[in-house]
T-cell receptor, first 115, second 114 residues
Framework: AQSVAQPEDQVNVAEGNPLTVKCTYS??????LFWYVQYPNRGLQFLLK??????LVKGSYGFEAEFNKSQTSFHLKKPSALVSDSALYFC?????????????FGAGTRLFVKA | ETGVTQTPRHLVMGMTNKKSLKCEQH?????MYWYKQSAKKPLELMFV???????ENNSVPSRFSPECPNSSHLFLHLHTLQPEDSALYLC?????????????FGPGTRLTVT
């Protein structure tokens, strides 16, 4: 069965420092991986995705993610955090072998960026 | 904004009421989804529609009844709900249901069942 784990409930980082939000996954076939962000009182917004090809994926708002097949990880990164990046971040996976339209979301990681 | 709107944004209903949630997408997408977001729990997929045809009903109680009259509109009809159904209900759309398509979410309807 496919699953997604976000091992940290919360990540704290100072403004200007690099940030990493961790995600590991488990699928039976090829993984299709996504990151979404949720601001207060809003729905989820798509940040970036890995489908195939280059392991480093660049997305919106300066975010990027690195796909690591051997470690089954897809960590979200940003070189320099902003206070406005404070939000709830979700990693998600789709697996074509188990019904491609089913997106499995992680529990979410709350990011706090302190000025 | 993401191009997906939901109404109402907030809803309080008694256990014996009947109400409906509405979702509209302006993106020309062919797939639409209902999710339930509860505190401390991952997002739960409820229903998936592809070109107005339901392709997934994820073991959702019959007190939740979806309707997709066309590819731009999605409804969730609610009746005789339970307090544990209180949650944020999110609508989403994607170009197709294929694995490589990202989803675009509406702002959600905050439902409280009293």
């Amino acid at each position: 069965a496919q699953s997604v784990a976000q091992p940290e409930d919360q990540v704290n980082v100072a403004e200007g420092n690099p940030l990493t939000v961790k995600c590991t996954y488990s699928v039976s076939g090829n993984p299709y991986l996504f990151w979404y962000v949720q601001y207060p009182n809003r729905g989820l917004q798509f940040l970036l995705k890995y489908i195939t090809g280059d392991n480093l994926v660049k997305g919106s708002y300066g975010f990027e993610a690195e796909f690591n097949k051997s470690q089954t990880s897809f960590h979200l990164k940003k070189p320099s955090a902003l206070v406005s990046d404070s939000a709830l971040y979700f990693c998600a996976v789709r697996d074509q072998n188990t019904g491609g339209f089913k997106t499995i979301f992680g529990a979410g990681t709350r990011l706090f960026v302190k000025a | 904004e993401t191009g997906v709107t939901q109404t109402p944004r907030h809803l309080v209903m008694g256990m014996t009421n009947k109400k409906s949630l509405k979702c509209e997408q302006h993106l020309g997408h062919n797939a639409m989804y209902w999710y339930k977001q509860s505190a401390k729990k991952p997002l739960e997929l409820m229903f998936v529609y592809s070109l107005e045809e339901r392709v997934e009903n994820n073991s959702v109680p019959s007190r939740f009844s979806p309707e997709c009259p066309n590819s731009s509109h999605l409804f969730l009809h609610l009746h005789t709900l339970q307090p544990e159904d209180s949650a944020l209900y999110l609508c989403a759309s994607s170009q197709e249901t294929g694995v490589w398509y990202e989803q675009y979410f509406g702002p959600g309807t905050r439902l409280t069942v009293t």
